[in-house]
């Protein structure tokens, strides 16, 4: 007897039902199809399952909780990512509706902070396969790898070549912890179908003499490949990803900026993708300023922006910052430019500096002395927005923070560094350290601070808030590609959903636990620009807000029921 899904469940995309041709242990092992002890009595005997689990039939709502009492037990934050990858590989719908139901306790697990910490134990943690590893030496073989993942319809691929994972460097083929991880926050955060995402780690090599050196790292055992090699590596991907799934977007995710740039300028007009370090860090922080000038009542334009850091989410947030100068207020982009100041590790990027100049700061090279540390650049320029993004852990000390509280009343401090230790200052110092005027954003969470009786929330710049909906807008209208104006507008919509009351507790971003509407209205506003683009490759919806909504992965159990 055939068995068919009820066509109410979508699976792929797909309305028509779908024969389930698995049975007995092998629907056990299909975390997509795997309802454990949730199958009903008449399913268990259609389906070969009698037997094989125990007699009592539970409820999602059941199994729910017993997942979350084995989780509470766990005290060790790895122990809890790896409780909760095994779930994601067991049972997919159960570790879903577990993510979603407790995104906030739980997002920093399966992402930043704890995310790191999975992946530089990687080869240590390893269980089971997810997604899928092309090296080197698959060259010229990429097309054919892709026919053995099953799925004909993906719709996005979350790619990283392990080469600088969130501020910890170079990982090699550990970075696929990334990947995975950032796919489970699609699904949850963006309603993006399970089945229809794709985590992949290109592995070229890795100049971490430590892992080189662990028997048990899982990567190919060399150091990085020459450019020339690599940039061909990357080609044949995308080649093979446009001709196996030519529909999917390509998310780039943690490229070191020397490969982020060029790789993102090379495919941006040619394939459906975009870099998150780059445009998605831009809106997120471009939409916490926005937050900042509603706080103070003031303009983008008349900022004065000091960078610590000048890399892939410096670059990718200065200029999304300069597009919005240049939308609210009409200034031309070089005026909007003259508004930065950004630092490397060498000191205040200048055209005339030591040691030479790489192509994505040339835009920001300021024609004035070199100045080689912060402070002397807080004390020159007298900003009055600070943004870390250097990986430099406690870079802004109170020094440097009581240096600008001279010229500005309520400093705006984004320490966007991650993870928590690399973050440039914390929370709690900026507060402290700025007797409460500071407008604090951090790339990791930190907790509310109580001073002086107030209660002040730390809004956190996570990138969670914007490429979840950009993907699904982008990919439900079928999009040619990702703009900057998608971006931009993306920004503008997280800002407007700060409520006023989270305004006065000076948080910039709204409540993460809104994060599914946040991405339903992202993307619904996604949707609307490729409209207005005419990237858009599907016949336009009556109501795209109500289109977007009807078309979000939300976890339930499907109803496996006897063919006529
Ligand atoms: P990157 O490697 O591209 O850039 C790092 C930059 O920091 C480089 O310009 C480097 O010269 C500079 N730098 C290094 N040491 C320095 C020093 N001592 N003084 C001054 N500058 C120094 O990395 P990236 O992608 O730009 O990411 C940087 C950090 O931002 C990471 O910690 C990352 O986790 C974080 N980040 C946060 C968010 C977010 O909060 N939403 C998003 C993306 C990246």
Redesign the pocket.
Known sequence: MALVKKPHYQIAGKNEPLEVLARGVEILHEPLLNKGTGFKLEERDALGLRGLVPPKVVSLEEQVTRVLENYNKKTDPLEKSIFLTALHDRNATLFYRVLIDNLMEMTPIVY?PVVGAACQNFGHIYRRNSGMYISLHDKGHIRDMFDNWTSDDIDIIVVSDGS?I??LGDLGANGMGIPIGKLALYVAGGGIFPCKTLPILIDTGTNNQELLDDPLYLGINQKRCADDEYYELIDEFVNAVQDRWPEALIQWE?F??NH?FPLLNKYRDQVLCFN???Q??GA??LSGLLGGMRMKNEKLSDQRIVF?????????IADMIVAGMMEESGISDSEARERFWL?????LVVKNGPGPLQDH?VHYARDEKHIDN?LDVVQTVKPTILV?????GQ?FSEAIITAMCEHVDEPIIFA????TS?SECTAEQAYQWTKGKAIFA???PFDPVRLKGKIYVPG????MFIFPGVGLGAALCKSKKVTDSMFYAAAKTLAELVTEEELALRTVYPDLRKIRKISAMIATQVIEMAFQEDLAQIERPKNISKFVKSKMYDPAYPDYVAAE
Do not use: E, F
């Open positions: 930043t600088r969130l501020g943690d070191t900026n982020a998150d370090d780059i998605g860090t997120v922080a610590y850091g000048a890399g892939s989410a410096a670059v990718g630092l490397d590790s060498k000191g700061k912060l870390g993004v250097s990986g430099q870079a966007l560094s991650n993870p690399k951090s790339g990791s956190q710049g996570n990138n």
